[in-house]
């Protein structure tokens, strides 16, 4: 699994619309990549891990581990979620997703 920044480009991609739907309308998809990615990649310290060449970078002297660019991605999609969910009125997963979000952000 390559990570990206799905969540926060859909957010996005909204924004210029001016519409809400289609984030709304991925919001459960959204929910269980970044689920999946906790599964796979989360390390015992809490941030995310990556191997070099699966987050959108090519390999480095630095090899595999912690990386700020999968960290990077996995805050901004969160965020993301959490207004989403906002926007859809499901104010439990706002609140989960501003708190994973502020968890990556203060553990970078």
């Known amino acids: 699994?390559?990570?990206?920044?799905?969540?926060?480009?859909?957010?996005?991609?909204?924004?210029?619309?001016?519409?809400?739907?289609?984030?709304?309308?991925?919001?459960?998809?959204?929910?269980?990549?970044?689920?999946?990615?906790?599964?796979?990649?989360?390390?015992?310290?809490?941030?995310f891990w990556s191997n070099d060449d699966r987050d959108g970078m090519e390999c480095s002297i630095s090899g595999p581990g912690i990386r700020p660019t999968i960290?990077?991605?996995?805050?901004?999609?969160?965020?993301?979620?959490?207004?989403i969910a906002t926007k859809a009125n499901k104010t439990k997963w706002a609140d989960l997703f501003a708190e994973k979000a502020l968890t990556v952000k203060t553990l970078m």
């Open 71 to 83: 960290n990077a991605y996995m805050y901004g999609n969160a965020m993301a979620i959490s207004r």
């Open 1 to 47: 699994m390559y990570s990206s920044w799905l969540a926060f480009a859909v957010e996005e991609y909204c924004l210029i619309r001016g519409d809400d739907a289609f984030a709304v309308e991925c919001f459960e998809k959204l929910v269980d990549l970044y689920h999946r990615w906790e599964k796979k990649a989360r390390h015992p310290c809490g941030l």
